[in-house]
């Protein structure tokens, strides 16, 4: 599902754009291929996506994002992650974080 989704992305958005997933509070584990499948995203340069928000009271969740945000810091990867409690802070978050991106200039 996530695969279609990136698929979806990359062509509908002219530039990178932002994702803000809502997961059920009651979300206790999170299955190894989840972080798998972000890590082969973020190491995509073609990647649709330049920041994640992840809405969600669920503590394994909030730990997974937080895992996922400094693996691609470390990585070097340009893919923002950060968790939220509050869906209007992710959705206000992903908009600060992509008009930033776009508004920085292109390597020259």
């Known amino acids: 599902m996530q695969g279609d989704l990136l698929d979806r992305l990359r062509g ?3 530039d990178h754009g932002g994702l803000v997933y809502v997961l059920h509070d009651r979300i206790c584990e999170i299955p190894p291929t989840v972080r798998g499948f972000w890590r082969r995203v973020m190491a995509d340069p073609a990647r649709p996506v ?12 909030e730990v997974e994002a937080q895992s996922l945000a400094v693996t ?4 070097g990867a340009e893919l923002q992650v950060a968790s939220f409690t509050d869906e209007r802070d992710g959705i206000d978050w992903i908009g600060r974080v992509v008009a930033c991106r776009a508004s920085r200039p292109e390597p020259a």
């Open 72 to 75: 691609s810091r470390m990585s």
């Open 50 to 61: 330049a920041a994640m928000a992840i809405v969600t009271g669920s503590w394994a969740v």
């Open 12 to 14: 509908a958005t002219p």
